[in-house]
Each structure stands twice: as structure tokens, then as C-alpha cells.
């Protein structure tokens, strides 16, 4: 690929949620391999001259968040005022008008993450499709195959058309679903996207969607630095975040551990299953209610923004476990498994591609407690950790290392710029 490529990432956050974290670390790997990138975020949370922020002002900042609420508002008008389903989908009714900002303008490749909450409008997609630059567009999650909704779970009316939208608690065959689907499919027909699936799993969703019939449609995962994730000795790990040395430490972790789709209360049923006592370590944040429903001792970590010491708490712990109903490509799967840690999850997503059952972690069978806990005892019970550790190492190594994936992306550019 030409050196002097230029490339354009865009996101709504530079830190918040796994897209922007996945979003950045390829930042990051297409720098090292020379490609002349950059992204421009809705908000900007880091301090970094590769990202820029079109919050510019105060007053940029004030009528964001009009515009959030507004988008909020609409989608609370149509769902009957659910609020459990308020973030399940998004709208893009209302957004920022990019495409005259000279990190677009000067872009061979436009590179859209996760653009919801007010970043891009449908509209503002529609002018950067006409700017006649090709588009690339990693799902995250699937709002870019839908409708509405970020996952369709059992639905499969996005095959076709949406409609009756269960998130909007709809009984009507056209409704706020459809008419954002009809828009979706005004843009899409003639344009010049491709469509890359972080997961195998992902990317057979997007196959299935009306919306991108006769579209590019891959699967290329998100990178990690290994340089940063990798093994450290136990002990010193667990010394630094104040862990107890002679415990079976499980690390458990989400944003928002309460979460229905992280399916805590699986995890919660697993753990008086286990044959041998553990300490649950928990990434996130623990409300005190959830400590009387946990059977074992608990070890809350919060929010942790410093990059070493989650690196620590991988190497302080004997396995993570994540007890997600559906999920894309688990940053914290892949983190994990760059420290040498073997994780168990659900056959769910794209979480079966990642763990090899039975070699570096255990799948277990979707919704089972417990299958679950057989699959933790498996881990905790493995004869030869170091087996369990290179397997996990040898994963990464081979299929998410910056360059990898990097060059995956590379390769794309390329041919979609007929280079």
C-alpha cells in the first residue's frame, strides 16, 4: 500500500466503551506500520494530536447534548416510555455535519466505528457517502445491519424489513424501525461501503441483512498492543492491587455489571456449583445489593482507567470469566489471553472464535450455570498451566497482533482505492 494513504477513523468517544477502545488500538497499529491516520471523535477523553474532537467550544459541548436528548426523547415517545430499552436502539436522527472538517476532506479512506448518540445523523452519513470517498464501516455492534436496535437477539426481521420492533414494545408492521430502515437503505444503495464484522460472527449477521445485499462484507478483528498486555509474575501482580496471595482469584468484568446482556446472574448461580472455594475479583462497578446475592467473597476493583494496572489485574487472577448473553469480540477476552490468562464464556457471539474449547479456555454451552462452572473448575483444575498460558499467548499472537490486523486493514484500503 502507498505510503502517503490517508486515512480518517471515526468514532463517538476516544475511551468510553469497547468500540473506542478496539477504535484507538487500531489507530495505533496502522501508525506503526506507516499508514498516515488519524480520527475525529465526538468526545474527546484523551489527550492525543492524532485524535481530534469537533467539540470546539462550549457551546458545541451544550448543543450535543440537545441533540442526545433529543434523540432520546423520540425514541422514549415511540417505546411507551420504557426506559430499560432506551439505549437498546439508536435513531440517528440528529448529528454533526462532518464532511468539511480537512481530516475528512484530505481522507482517501473514510472509516466509520460506532457513530451513534449524536455523532453522525443519517443525514450527515448520506453527505459523506456523496463526498465519492470509499467507506469502510466496522460493526461493532449490529446498527449498521438493522434498523434501530444494536442487537437483534432472536429477531430476524432485519433479513428483510424491520418492523414490530420488540424493543419499541411495536405491534405494527411499519413503524419508527421501518422508517429508519427505508433510510438506511436509501444510503446504502449506490455507495461505496464495505462493511468489516470485528467477529465471524458479526459479519454472517451483516450477510443476512437486506441492508447490505451486494456489499463488501469481511470480518477482521480488533488488534491489542502486545507490547503492553502480556505475562507478569503472579505474586507482584497480586501485591499491587492489594489481592490476596493464596487464593483462586475468578476476574468477572463489565462496564455496568448489572447489565442484563452480561447474564451476571448465570454467573451468580455458577459459582455455588464450584467443588473448590473461590474469591471473585470484579472490573466495574458492584452495587451493595449484588454483594448479598454472591456467594463468595468479593474483591471490587472499580473502574480502572490506568492501562498497567489492569495489566496486573490479568496476571493477578487464574482465569476470567465472562458470563455474556451476546457480545461481538470481548476486548477483555482478548486482553486476558494476551497476559497468558485462559478465559470461560457462552457459546455466544463471537466468543466461540476466540476461546478454542478445551486449549486455552472453555466454551461453555449458551445459558447453562452449570456448564459454567464445570468450565471454570476445568481451568482451575488444569494440570499444566503453562500449556493453558502458551495457548493463549499463541492465539493472540497469531490472530490479533497489531500488525496482523493492521495489515488486514491495509490490504482492504488498497483494493478499495483500486491501488
Avoid at 486515512?7 to 496502522?30: D, E, H, I, M, P
Avoid at 480488533?222 to 507490547?227: A, E, G, K, L, V
Wanted: charged share 25%.
Amino acid at each position: 500500500m502507498e505510503q502517503e494513504m490517508k486515512v480518517v477513523l471515526l468514532n463517538t468517544y476516544s475511551r468510553t466503551g469497547g468500540a473506542a477502545v478496539a477504535a484507538v488500538r487500531l489507530l495505533r497499529a496502522l501508525q506503526k506500520q506507516g499508514v498516515s491516520v488519524q480520527m475525529c471523535v465526538l468526545h474527546k477523553e484523551r489527550g492525543d494530536k492524532l485524535i481530534e474532537s469537533v467539540e470546539k467550544s462550549h457551546c458545541a459541548r451544550f448543543l450535543n447534548r440537545i441533540r442526545f436528548y433529543w434523540e432520546r426523547m423520540v425514541i422514549f415517545l415511540h417505546n411507551h416510555f420504557n426506559r430499560s430499552q432506551l439505549f437498546r436502539v439508536s435513531i440517528a436522527n440528529t448529528g454533526i455535519d462532518i464532511s468539511g472538517m480537512p481530516c475528512v476532506k484530505e481522507a482517501d479512506v473514510i472509516h466509520l466505528h460506532w457513530i451513534n448518540q449524536g455523532f453522525l445523523s443519517l443525514t450527515d452519513i448520506k453527505r459523506l457517502v456523496a463526498l465519492g470517498k470509499p467507506i469502510v464501516w466496522t460493526m461493532h455492534d449490529m446498527w449498521p445491519c438493522t434498523g434501530i436496535c444494536h442487537h437483534a437477539r432472536d429477531c430476524q426481521s432485519f433479513h428483510q424489513l424491520c418492523g414490530a420492533c420488540f424493543y419499541l414494545d411495536s405491534h405494527a408492521a411499519y413503524d419508527l424501525s421501518t422508517r429508519v430502515y427505508r433510510k438506511k437503505q436509501e444510503i446504502y444503495e449506490g455507495a461505496d461501503i464495505s462493511f468489516v464484522g470485528c467477529s465471524k460472527w458479526i459479519a454472517s449477521l451483516g450477510r443476512k441483512s437486506a441492508l447490505l445485499r451486494g456489499k463488501r462484507v469481511l470480518d477482521i478483528p480488533n488488534p491489542i498492543d502486545r507490547s503492553l498486555f502480556q505475562p507478569a509474575d503472579k505474586k507482584e501482580s497480586r501485591e499491587i492491587l492489594s489481592l490476596p496471595r493464596d487464593k483462586k482469584l475468578v476476574l468477572f468484568g463489565a462496564l455496568n455489571v448489572t447489565d442484563e446482556r452480561k447474564g451476571v446472574g448465570y454467573l451468580f448461580k455458577a459459582l455455588p456449583l464450584l467443588d473448590q472455594s473461590v474469591e471473585l475479583v470484579v472490573f466495574g462497578q458492584v452495587k451493595s445489593d449484588i454483594r448479598r446475592l454472591v456467594p463468595v467473597p468479593i474483591h471490587s476493583l472499580g473502574y480502572l482507567s490506568d492501562e498497567k494496572k489492569i495489566v496486573s489485574l490479568y496476571n493477578a487472577v487464574d482465569l476470567f470469566v465472562t458470563s455474556s448473553l451476546d457480545d461481538n469480540l470481548p476486548n477483555m477476552i482478548m486482553e486476558a489471553m494476551a497476559c497468558g490468562t485462559p478465559c470461560v464464556g457462552f457459546r455466544t457471539g463471537g466468543i466461540p472464535e476466540m476461546i478454542d474449547h478445551l486449549v486455552n479456555g472453555y466454551v461453555a454451552e449458551y445459558a447453562d450455570e452449570a456448564d459454567l462452572a464445570k468450565g471454570i473448575e476445568w481451568v482451575l483444575g488444569h494440570p499444566d498451566k503453562k500449556e493453558l498460558s502458551d495457548a493463549c499467548l499463541a492465539k493472540v499472537r497469531r490472530c490479533y497482533a497489531e500488525d496482523v490486523v493492521a495489515k488486514q486493514y491495509m490490504n482492504l484500503y488498497g483494493e478499495i482505492c483500486h491501488h
